[in-house]
Nanobody, 124 residues
Framework: QVQLVESGGGSVQVGGSLRLSCAASTYAPFCMAWVRQAPGKEREGIAAITASGTAAYDASVKGRFTISRDSAKNTLDLQMNSLKPDDTAMYYC????????????????????WGRGTQVTVSS
């Protein structure tokens, strides 16, 4: 069992930056990902990273967001720059024992462990 706790959300103006963090209760060499869900929309995987550090991004965030993990500290981060109003959503940390190929597909439903989420609001 892996427990995930997100932190770092908040309110920011357009063009600003935020850094989200996710603390895992134990080391798990799993695929880890950030998934977001905006009001009235389906959840979407936006960034994922394998245990070896290979990352993938959705086109909507590529070049603006950077996912990283520290296996020694059991943490997952998401650096978000050049934020836009469309980035407003609840952001969830997720983990699961997926293959590298599956991880690079920005999984959502396949993920086994989920945090409770942290809200990000971008205002113009």
């Amino acid at each position: 069992q892996v427990q995930l706790v997100e932190s770092g959300g908040g309110s920011v103006q357009v063009g600003g930056s935020l850094r989200l963090s996710c603390a895992a209760s134990t080391y798990a060499p799993f695929c880890m990902a950030w998934v977001r869900q905006a009001p009235g929309k389906e959840r979407e995987g936006i960034a994922a990273i394998t245990a070896s550090g290979t990352a993938a991004y959705d086109a909507s965030v590529k070049g603006r967001f950077t996912i990283s993990r520290d296996s020694a500290k059991n943490t997952l981060d998401l650096q978000m720059n050049s934020l836009k109003p469309d980035d407003t959503a609840m952001y969830y940390c997720a983990a699961g024992p997926l293959s590298g190929v599956s991880c690079m597909g920005l999984p959502t439903d396949q993920m086994q462990y989920w945090g409770r989420g942290t809200q990000v609001t971008v205002s113009s």
